[in-house]
Nanobody, 118 residues
Framework: VQLQASGGGWAQPGGSLRLACAAS????????MAWYRQAPGKQRELVAA???????NYVDSVKGRFTISRDNAKNTVYLQMNDLKSEDTAVYYC?????????????WGQGTLVTVSS
């Protein structure tokens, strides 16, 4: 069972990027899914989360710019990032509560780097 993140890269200020994170393996179901980020010298912070029913929640600094969504058929969570700012530069990690045979556990993706600069 693993989470595989993709879609990071470089963007100019005001640009857009889309992250994706797919869960694979012997998964019985997925509860909440989320994206965190960690900038150099800072603690990891929650950026956005989405419930199993599709209800999103965002940190104030990305409200109106980022959109989290999920495709339950594909076991995938997305983060659409628009109007990117230099302060969005960070390693982004996906997180999911996966239901497996041994119970419900927290899983993390490997991290994908987002760099915003001119």
């Amino acid at each position: 069972v693993q989470l595989q993140a993709s879609g990071g890269g470089w963007a100019q200020p005001g640009g857009s990027l889309r992250l994706a994170c797919a869960a694979s393996g012997s998964i019985l179901g997925i509860n909440g899914m989320a994206w965190y980020r960690q900038a150099p010298g800072k603690q990891r912070e929650l950026v956005a989360a989405i419930t199993s029913g599709g209800r999103p929640n965002y940190v104030d600094s990305v409200k109106g710019r980022f959109t989290i969504s999920r495709d339950n058929a594909k076991n995938t969570v997305y983060l659409q990032m628009n109007d990117l700012k230099s302060e969005d530069t960070a390693v982004y990690y996906c997180n999911a509560q996966l239901r497996v045979r041994s119970g419900t556990h927290d899983y993390w993706g490997q991290g994908t780097l987002v760099t915003v600069s001119s």
